[in-house]
């Protein structure tokens, strides 16, 4: 009886590597499928384009007087930019920080002592607080009221009366001149 060496099966060789060949091919295309299905959902979480484009707001601040303030708008919200006199601003820095609900001094909140920029949003529930224009009421600190609930807000724009946790907040803002800003 003669022992015969069977020859080798090329055949099912290529048809593992056909197969495999086949689930790479497969599992590719579900990859990319996947992805056009998963884009959309993803993309709708980015910032609308009007956002984007109200990013950034340049102010000039020359025809601002002392004592004067103007509300600009920068993403959506009232930002409150106030030409601050001397008073205002001895007021503002001789306030014991100690006695402050959220404890910040006038200088960390602003660049050059003369200007003032705050979010004019109050921090309890999300009001515009009064106090821009001349003719409104100022709260008991001779900054802003925030009449919906009582906040009552310093010449530094910190909370010295009322429900409100925090002080208004201060936007990233810089100086492009003496008397142009840029927010944001």
């Given at each position: 009886m003669s022992i015969e060496n069977p020859a080798p099966d090329h055949g099912a060789h290529e048809d593992e590597g056909r197969r495999d060949f086949l689930f790479l091919t497969a599992a590719a295309f579900g990859a990319v499928g996947a992805g056009s299905v998963a884009w959309p959902f993803i993309d709708q979480m980015n910032p609308a384009?009007?956002?984007v484009a109200l990013s950034t707001t340049e102010v000039d601040l020359t025809p601002i007087e002392a004592g004067q303030a103007i509300t600009v708008m920068?993403?959506?919200k009232?930002?409150?930019?106030?030409r601050r006199t001397p008073e205002e601003?001895?007021?503002?820095?001789?306030?014991?920080?100690?006695?402050?609900?959220?404890?910040q001094t006038d200088e960390s909140r602003v660049k050059k002592p003369?200007?003032?920029?705050?979010?004019?949003?109050?921090?309890?529930?999300?009001?515009?607080p009064q106090g821009q224009k001349s003719t409104d009421v100022k709260g008991?600190?001779?900054?802003?009221?925030?009449?919906c609930h009582g906040s009552h807000y310093d010449t530094s724009g910190r909370i010295r009366k009322g429900p409100a946790p925090k002080n208004l907040a201060v936007p990233k803002y810089e100086f492009l001149a003496d008397t142009k800003i840029l927010i944001g």
């Open positions: 384009a009007d956002t920068w993403q959506g009232p930002v409150f930019i106030r601003i001895n007021s503002a820095e001789t306030t014991d920080i100690s006695t402050l609900r959220d404890p003369e200007w003032l920029v705050l979010v004019g949003i109050c921090t309890h529930l999300g009001c515009v008991e600190y001779g900054g802003w009221f925030c009449p």
